[in-house]
């Protein structure tokens, strides 16, 4: 029972601190007074429910937060911490924390879709898209998954396989990044930099001599492995499936003290796979527990017990399947439950996170069903029906409309960042993916990959003003990704801030690009501090933010590229484009 008292006063003490903390937001100017057009009042408060899988993840999780709310400032931390009270006295300008971390009050600018996605606007209901261009990307899509043809990048393609991954240059290329990988990750090691446990310890070469051991690092060098293609090592996940960089849980978060580390950035997490996934095995961990698998989007470590195997059979009707109808999940976190022949009660599987792709049938009611994978006693995969509605499942490619996008972001706005989808929540890119993935347009898994959706304009030499115009100028709404030093989003439009006032009386205006992204927060030019989002929200791009005018402008990164999809000189989605084993997410800031 002490134990448990400790994690509820601990948890107390956390509510106490967020309390204060938006006492003193509260405290900052309020845009209204500079920002009329858009700081609107109305916001969208979204309750975000847990499933059993982020259960047992924040069950993890938990005595990392609690350690972080019991330490006393970092100060190893006191240090930046003090500097930045030094710098920043006023609480109107920069909210106080002593604890080096603040919440950016989001609330400040309109979080409804309908606000700026307008439902009565005349082109609500028009594609952005023409029908060819965006079946041709969908069947790109389709072929990365399930594809036959020699140039289909999909893990059940034998032909495309045998050609690329499993040569002898693929090969090597693969052992050689997973040598790599376990030595970056080495704190005895010179040069490394040095990465730290859930309990704020390096660290310890042993950790990283374990994982190496575990790994058999031989089967990989193509001197011992038979690389040759083997139907028997093709599978499908059964489950979200968490990729890691090495086959490990333990997370890897370099200092704390700085901003962009620490919790939530463990930079051992790369990525989630969705239920139904199909992978292809490379390699298997000593202790049976990972497989590092090729899918259609990235190659990583998994939980074995994520995968099923698949033979033949499976492979054909679900490909079949997959090409008489897709479906795609557009509601966050369905439950995915099926009734096993004989019985009556329904049996949850796990849930489908938007995005998530899905062969689909109808029965002679009209009802509409999704394939979904399971794994019998031996691990063999079977198929099962679960019956969706057309709130949660619809046919692709879904038609690519204002309409249908704002429908997709109600659902996924105001949920909580999660770094390489930590808690299977999504990141930056995950969010576009996600959000896309529904039209049949595939995204790669990294930021700056993304731009090779579309028509691609260099700005990084231009100064924030230049870059600001050119958006607005070139950009299309809802079509152009904007690409900042490892973070992505999307672009909503314009709206008009009022600047200041006129000899006439009236008010000078300027408009300002307006974003959808999911970003984890916003920090001065010396990362002294942070002023978290955390989430999934609609921000303008603006050269300073009146609730902190010493935040640094995502707009004013050293990178910064645009790419309008649809436009000429994008790939479509190339299938022959294969996940790159060497990519891996800048960290943010």
């Not at 100017?29 to 309750?47: C, K, L, M, N």
């Not at 847990?50 to 931390?77: K, M, N």
């Not at 199909?278 to 049976?288: E, I």
């Not at 930021?447 to 100028?473: P, Y």
Request: glycine share 6%; proline share 8%; charged share 20%.
């Amino acid at each position: 029972m002490g134990a448990i008292h400790a994690v509820r006063d601990a948890m107390q003490h956390l509510a106490a601190l967020a309390s204060v903390n938006a006492s003193v937001c509260a405290q900052s100017a309020h845009p209204a007074d500079v920002w009329p057009p858009i700081a609107r009042g109305s916001t969208q408060t979204r309750r975000t429910s847990l499933t059993p899988q982020r259960r047992t993840r924040l069950a993890v999780l938990l005595p990392l937060v609690i350690l972080a709310a019991c330490a006393s400032a970092p100060e190893s931390l006191s240090t930046a911490s003090t500097s930045s009270s030094t710098s920043h006295p006023s609480a109107t300008t920069a909210p106080a924390t002593r604890y080096n971390v603040s919440r950016f009050p989001i609330e400040h600018y309109d979080q409804d879709v309908d606000r700026w996605i307008r439902p009565d606007a005349p082109n609500y209901d028009q594609p952005l898209l023409s029908a060819q261009e965006q079946a041709k990307r969908f069947a790109a899509f389709r072929a990365r998954y399930f594809g036959t043809a020699p140039r289909d990048p999909s893990p059940w393609n034998g032909a495309w396989l045998s050609t690329s991954l499993l040569n002898a240059a693929g090969a090597s290329q693969i052992a050689d990044s997973q040598g790599r990988r376990v030595r970056r990750f080495d704190n005895s090691r010179p040069g490394v930099r040095k990465t730290y446990g859930e309990n704020f310890q390096p660290h310890t070469p042993a950790w990283a001599r374990a994982i190496e051991t575990n790994m058999a690092l031989a089967q990989l060098d193509a001197d011992h492995a038979s690389w040759a293609y083997d139907a028997r090592r093709r599978g499908i996940t059964v489950d979200n499936a968490l990729v890691r960089l090495l086959p490990t849980r333990d997370p890897a978060f370099y200092d704390f003290r700085e901003a962009g580390e620490g919790y939530p950035f463990d930079a051992l997490q790369d990525s989630a796979l969705r239920p139904g996934t199909p992978v292809y095995t490379l390699a298997r961990s000593n202790d049976g527990a990972w497989l590092l698998v090729y899918s259609p989007d990235l190659i990583g470590w998994v939980e074995a017990r994520t995968v099923a195997s698949v033979d033949e059979r499976f492979v054909a009707t679900w490909r079949a399947a997959a090409q008489r109808e897709l479906g795609a999940i557009v509601q966050g976190d369905v439950p995915l439950a099926d009734t096993v022949p004989g019985t009556t009660n329904a049996i949850y599987r796990t849930f489908a996170p938007i995005g998530t792709v899905l062969p689909m049938t109808r029965s002679r009611d009209g009802r509409q069903f999704a394939m979904i994978p399971v794994a019998d006693a031996q691990r063999r995969a079977q198929i099962r029906m679960t019956a969706l509605d057309a709130s949660a499942l619809v046919p692709m490619p879904w038609t690519l409309t204002p309409r249908h996008m704002a429908q997709v972001m109600k659902q996924q706005i105001g949920h909580p960042y999660g770094w390489g989808n930590t808690l299977f929540y999504n990141d930056c890119s995950a969010e576009t993916r996600s959000l896309f993935a529904p039209f049949g347009v595939w995204l790669p898994r990294h930021s700056s990959d993304q731009l090779r959706a579309g028509k691609r304009t260099d700005l990084r030499h231009a100064d924030i003003d230049t870059r600001l115009r050119v958006l607005a100028e070139r950009g299309r709404p809802l079509m152009t990704l904007i690409h900042i030093n490892g973070h992505i989003m999307l672009y909503l439009g314009n709206a008009t801030q009022a600047t200041q006032a006129t000899p006439a009386g009236g008010d000078d205006t300027a408009s300002v690009p307006m974003t959808y992204q999911n970003v984890w927060g916003l920090s001065p030019a010396d990362n002294s501090r942070r002023n978290v989002i955390g989430g999934s929200v609609i921000l303008p791009l603006l050269k300073t933010y009146p609730e902190d005018p010493d935040v640094r402008s995502l707009a004013g990164k050293p990178l910064f590229e645009i790419s309008v999809i649809g436009g000429d000189a994008s790939d479509s989605g190339d299938s022959a484009h294969a996940p790159d084993v060497e990519s891996e997410e800048e960290m943010p800031q």
